[in-house]
């Protein structure tokens, strides 16, 4: 029970509020838009008679994505070959949804996740940004973000900090923490998860931090409520996420070690789901 000196007092009565002149309240913002699923603007049936090969495609990634299980490999559809009216119809099929990836290096690799969830355009390009290889992935992730090679270079943190700079406060015992939580991870083990958020660093703390976990080439960018940006770290299964609210503010930093964050793959629901919208979309066309 509250004692009554641990209640606040409130002035009320003549001159306790705001006047009329008081600038506006001050509030925070909420968020406006959300991301959420939209059939696809398709041709009817009639106007595409002579699309055969794109129908077919669009056939092999459903089977595909009802043969889909969780842990099993992608699914791989090529792309190679179609005609320009074929690959026009799969591009309005599947839309663009509202997860990108992106693979640096020397072979760059965008992938760009559909309408329907779990279905992933996945393109290859050369050192001149020319499509070497187009393909469709059905799985949770595309196969670029559980199999890209990290520089062996980068197979231990670097714990040893100067720590009589004033500017370095608490990142001394995160990359201990780290070194170790990377050094015993084994792939499918649980992930550990490190708030930033919750602790007090220093801008020191943080670019020590960004300094020694490196950057690797897989970058994750998720819009929807807000945006959710994950960078693969320069050492395996290190994952440094961020979350920003839809007035682009940040509001949780968090590093992860594991082997892909769970908030960047598409749940076997939304697979099956993705699987149902699909089918309909093809029956219009049967």
């Not at 001149?128 to 949770?140: F, K, L, N, S």
């Amino acid at each position: 029970m509250h004692k009554f000196r641990d209640i606040p007092v409130v002035a009320v009565g003549p001159g306790s509020q705001p006047s009329e002149q008081d600038d506006g309240l001050e509030y925070l913002s909420m968020p406006s838009e959300m991301q959420t699923y939209h059939q696809p603007i398709l041709p009817e049936p009639e106007e595409i008679t002579q699309v055969v090969e794109g129908k077919g495609v669009l056939e092999q990634v459903l089977h595909e994505l009802r043969q889909w299980r969780p842990d099993a490999p992608v699914g791989v559809v090529d792309l190679g070959g179609l005609t320009e009216d074929d690959l026009d119809f799969v591009n309005q099929a599947l839309g663009e949804g509202e997860v990108s990836v992106t693979c640096d290096g020397p072979s760059p690799i965008r992938a760009q996740e559909a309408v329907l969830a779990g279905i992933w355009r996945v393109q290859h390009f050369d050192s001149h940004e020319r499509v070497i290889r187009d393909t469709i992935e059905i799985g949770a992730v595309p196969d670029i973000v559980c199999n890209t090679p990290f520089d062996a270079s980068h197979a231990a943190i670097d714990t040893d900090v100067d720590t009589g700079d004033p500017a370095i406060q608490n990142a001394p015992a995160l990359l201990v923490e780290l070194a170790e939580k990377l050094h015993d991870y084994r792939p499918g083990d649980p992930g550990h998860t490190i708030n930033l958020s919750l602790l007090p660093l220093t801008d020191g703390d943080l670019m020590l931090l960004g300094e020694r976990l490196g950057v690797g080439p897989v970058t994750i960018l998720s819009r929807g409520y807000g945006n959710c940006r994950i960078g693969s770290t320069a050492h395996a299964n290190g994952w440094w996420i961020k979350y920003f609210n839809s007035q682009d503010a940040l509001i949780l930093n968090t590093i992860e070690i594991v082997d892909v964050p769970a908030v960047a793959q598409a749940a076997a629901e939304d697979l099956a789901d993705s699987a149902e919208r699909l089918d309909e979309i093809l029956e219009l066309y049967r």
